[in-house]
């Protein structure tokens, strides 16, 4: 059935890629979601995605691989999001609450640090890290989505774990001098 909407689609039915389509929207937004970590930009690397799906959809030539290179195609999309959001962003100066915090609070504010490093890693670690601990991808899977050598993933998963402990520590120790700072 797939198979026979990927084959009718790459012969130019337009119906038949919009059941493509909606099949799928959901998967690439929530990866898209979960490397951009905004819903605009997300929803844009989405619609580019489906974009240039259907325009290069004749040059697919295995059917029944539609799934993983619609992947390819919407992490490459989700790249260019990211470095356009790079050169586009502000840089922000966060002075730190110095108030007691209950665990709860606390907890937020781990994750707040968490997500403001992940933001500051390069789209290539944030994909790595994404595929791998959050969908549950082997290195394989990843290595497929992102058409590289698996032993790459291993790589770029060292690299992008070792830059986000980096961040956070960076993060700490500016949040400590400006608790200094306040302080003085």
């Not at 974009?51 to 999309?77: E, M, N, S, T």
Request: hydrophobic content about 40%; aromatic content about 6%.
């Amino acid at each position: 059935m797939r198979r026979d909407l990927v084959e009718r689609a790459r012969g130019g039915d337009r119906e038949a890629f919009a059941t493509l389509a909606a099949d799928c929207i959901g998967r690439l937004f929530n990866i898209a979601q979960l490397m951009l970590r905004d819903h605009d930009l997300a929803d844009d690397a989405v619609q580019e995605t489906l974009v240039l799906a259907w325009r290069d959809l004749k040059g697919l030539r295995d059917p029944d691989g539609f799934d993983a290179w619609l992947r390819r195609v919407l992490i490459r999309c989700v790249y260019r999001e990211a470095n356009r959001e790079r050169r586009q962003s502000w840089r922000t100066v966060e002075v730190p609450d110095i108030a007691c915090y209950s665990d709860t609070a606390q907890g937020v504010e781990d994750r707040d640090t968490i997500e403001r490093g992940f933001r500051r890693l390069r789209p290539e670690h944030r994909a790595v890290l994404v595929l791998r601990h959050y969908l549950g991808f082997s290195d394989e899977e990843a290595a497929d989505a992102l058409s590289v050598p698996a032993g790459t993933i291993k790589s770029r998963l060292n690299r992008a774990t070792s830059a986000l402990r980096a961040e956070l520590e960076a993060d700490a120790r500016r949040v400590d001098r400006l608790a200094v700072e306040s302080v003085r």
